[in-house]
């Protein structure tokens, strides 16, 4: 079992700059496929970014391509979403996910994903 607890979200201004941050806990963090998504109150749980359990191989959504970067770093069981040039669309409750990974790949679907964390509200302002 891994527990997930994303932090870093708040209010930004258009073209700002956020970075969240996601901290699992146990001890084998590396051979979990990391996730985000986000969501918005009627709207289905969306993918932004997903990272093979390596870190090697990466996937976004074509509508933040060029502006999030997803990392994670294994030594302290992190994975983090670089989020610039935010836009006022980009407003979202922004999640974390894990899965255990049996291929170098990462994962884009909400349904290839076993944990969560609670959620970081995001609010990007015009």
């Known amino acids: 079992q891994v527990q997930l607890v994303e932090s870093g979200g708040g209010l930004v201004q258009a073209g700002g700059s956020l970075r969240l941050s996601c901290a699992a806990s146990g001890r084998t963090f590396s051979s979990y496929a990391m996730g985000w998504f986000r969501q918005t109150p009627g709207k289905e749980r969306e993918i932004v970014a997903a990272i093979s359990y390596s870190g090697g191989r990466t996937y976004y959504a074509d509508s933040v391509k060029g502006r999030f970067t997803i990392s994670r770093d294994n030594t302290k069981n992190t994975v983090f979403l670089q989020m610039n040039s935010l836009k006022p669309e980009d407003t979202a409750v922004y999640y974390c996910?894990?899965?255990?990974?049996?291929?170098?790949?990462?994962?884009?679907?909400?349904?290839?994903?076993?944990?969560w964390g609670q959620g970081t509200q995001v609010t990007v302002s015009s």
């Open positions: 996910a894990a899965r255990v990974g049996y291929n170098n790949n990462p994962y884009a679907r909400v349904e290839d994903y076993e944990h």
